[in-house]
């Protein structure tokens, strides 16, 4: 156990999955594992570890926002041994390129503020995403018939957000879209040696203000774990 996990060692997968709400992570452990089995409930905050074409791998909610997913992302690769942890999440498109239900693989996160900071200091570390597994996103996306944006994308602290202009510059300098955990989960994983990516569905845009309805959410987010499925094990 862990202090936010209560897991046994062992309970957890090195291929971790990491939607922002727990509850689709029940929903994906249910649709897309063989034998899922619920190894976290502390907080709320549920993990299931079950099979993928006979490959273990663990599915575990992260919260909103990076301070939430960092907590659960240093636990699972500190005291679990997790090794390979891939972002499954929705973002806000910020290209009149990107349009609603496109999928966006994320190179780098841009940050204001990240809780790595207090390490950082004057250094602007970039947060990049794992090589191989970027690779292998896009590969598993194209088989499907998509066409998956890849590159920069800004991993913000607020959904509300105030800065118009920062909004503006972003566009300006090509990200594709913003998100709350990607910058934190790279940062982490980059400090532990671990593999990490991020796969988002855009449910917004911020420059059209059309939104994804939710009864199509379920179908973007089915696409997407199996899209980090295919790039963990294939
Ligand atoms: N996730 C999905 N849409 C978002 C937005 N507009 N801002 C921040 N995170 C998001």
Redesign the pocket.
Known sequence: MSVHIGAEKGDIADVVLMPGDPLRARWAAETFLRAPRLVNEVRGMLGFTGEWKGNRVTIHGSGMGMPSLSIYANELIRDFGARTLIRI????AMQEAVNIRDVVIAMTASTISTPSRGIMRELNFAPCADFGLLRAAVAAAEGKGMAPHVGGIYS?DV?Y?ERPDLTEQMTRHGVLA???EAAELYTVAARHGARALGVMTI??H?LTGEALPSGERERSFGDMVEIALEAAFG
């Open positions: 999440g929705s973002a806000g913000s959904f957000d913003v998100e709350m449910s917004d911020l």
